[in-house]
Nanobody, 120 residues
Framework: QVRLVESGGGLVQAGGSLRLSCAAS????????MGWTRQAPGKEREFVAI???????KHYADSVSGRFTVSRDNANKMYLQMNNLKPGDTAIYYC??????????????WGQGTQVTVSS
């Protein structure tokens, strides 16, 4: 059974940084894409970033490109380094896993989420 657990959320001032972590269990996901999505209050869930199983291919939403960096250090651990955070980044951030090596942002599994709050 796939299980995704996020950690690292919290409260930070605008301009600050946070690093989110995701630990996946249940299988070896080294050939599968992983990523992050987020949902702000009153808004639809949106794509944030994706990284391929090898870690070599990455893609970001325009709103976070240049400020966020997604990475993997093995088959089942992924990170999201978030710099220069803005109040508009406030959301619940979800770790996500695809059944494919790469996807246009459609995922098949999600974690429970971790809250990120950016104060102005």
């Amino acid at each position: 059974q796939v299980r995704l657990v996020e950690s690292g959320g919290g409260l930070v001032q605008a301009g600050g940084s946070l690093r989110l972590s995701c630990a996946a269990s249940g299988s070896d996901f080294s050939n599968l894409a992983m990523g992050w999505t987020r949902q702000a209050p009153g808004k639809e869930r949106e794509f944030v970033a994706i990284v391929s199983g090898s870690g070599r291919s990455k893609h970001y939403a325009d709103s976070v490109s240049g400020r966020f960096t997604v990475s993997r250090d093995n088959a089942n651990k992924m990170y999201l380094q978030m710099n220069n955070l803005k109040p508009g980044d406030t959301a619940i951030y979800y770790c996500a896993l695809s059944n494919l090596p790469w996807t246009n942002g459609a995922f098949d599994y999600w974690g429970q989420g971790t809250q990120v709050t950016v104060s102005s």
